[in-house]
């Protein structure tokens, strides 16, 4: 032990305390492995306390105890169609090949989950649990298994190597002073992503470097700069998105949220429309919210208004968070008037314009078919039962989704495809699995897969 209170060397160091890094940490020490979790904020957790608790699994015993008809070849089919099919091979393998036994693992411990419908998604496939519950709790399964091995203010700052390239620590510094942990197996990158660095925002993705950040506040691309200060390739930098459906909390003043933290709801998956601040609609409402960011920059101000009815408001649900646009009423997130008109003027729209937008959808909603945008009307309502609401969002960068090239074995890759022998990586700050798009719901599915599945390989002392 360091004169800094810090372990001198352990079997596996986990570079950041998200679900991803919660994941891998106790993985290796179930296994019988010693750990060191670098977590560089006060409090751990990352963007992944901050999500909305679903993560996509297939042919679990929830959906066959439900009668859902699914199983890891359709989800993988589903994965490479929202990617446009520029995904990552071994990454994608990665997840598919591991999902079972993460999903199993997860309820041997003890989680319990509820199926919920899921955007862009026929089948009830996304696992939920309450918001920010799975870190803490697995973090106090690793407490129990080693009561140190959590390090909160600790930043790692660069990898060490020894002479045949293998990593073989990690130079980390607390409280003002500089210290390495050796790793006698290798170490586990969880950082995150870059949401919040500007450097590489405007590095790889300018066009969304002023969007909201809603990310976890470590999100600032340490382990995408460590790994590829030593040749790792990266992946999906070129597809980085926004996601709509952000909250603004002073429309129509559109500024940002007063505690930095704007939500994320979705009350188009139960039939909202969207309109634009001229009270038109201008996009097909059942695409992805990764999708429908590109579409709403466009608009001015780079707003969209989600407009529903009381029917609509009567399928909010309490969990995941993002469907529950209810408690959007509490915090003033979502605004609500007796008639589409006064809605209107409560958002400083033409009302005019608002109701003939409403009205003509209504009419394609009883003909079955939307001429304007190409939305599956299936199963929807017309919007024609007051009261009104309407949510006023914009693009929030809630993760980038894009970072460093790996296996399947989850080991990081040169640029020549070659692995770092030593080093691996998890979670957001992985690149290759989302390709050009993203699948709700597989953000928190692979923190979790991803980081047992790296620690499972590096605790068989295989690399």
Known sequence: MSASGMPDGVDVVVVGAGLAGAAAAVTAAEAGCTVAVLEKCASPGGSSVLSGGGMILAGTPLQEREGVDDDPEQLRADILAAGQGRNDPEAVEAYIA???????WLEECGVEWTLVSNPGDARRRLHSTTRGYLVPFLLDRLRHLQPDA??????ARRLHTDPSGRVVGVEVERAGSRHTVTARRGVVLASGGFGRDAELLETFAPSWAGAVPMSGPGSTGDGLRMAWALGAGLRDMAWVSASFGASLAHYPDVSPHPDDRPRLLYPTMAGAIVVNREGRRFVDESWNYKRVSE???????????MVFDQKVMDRSVVEPQPLN???GLDDGTVRAADTVEDLAKLL????EVLVSTVDD??????????PDFGRPLSGLAPLDTGPY???PCGNGLTTTYCGIRVDARLRVLTVFGEPIEGLYAAGEVVG?????GYLSGTALGKALIFGRTAARDLARGVS
């Open 325 to 327: 646009w209810r408690s």
């Open 432 to 436: 290759g699995f989302h390709g050009a």
């Open 295 to 305: 579409v709403c920059r466009n608009q001015p101000d780079g707003v969209g208004i």
């Open 98 to 104: 591991n999902q079972a036994e993460a999903a199993r």
């Open 389 to 391: 609401y309407a949510f």
């Open 348 to 351: 400083d729209v033409v009302p």
């Open 361 to 370: 959808y209504n009419r394609h909603v009883a003909d079955g078919s939307d």
């Open 150 to 155: 959590v390090r909160t203010e600790t930043a």
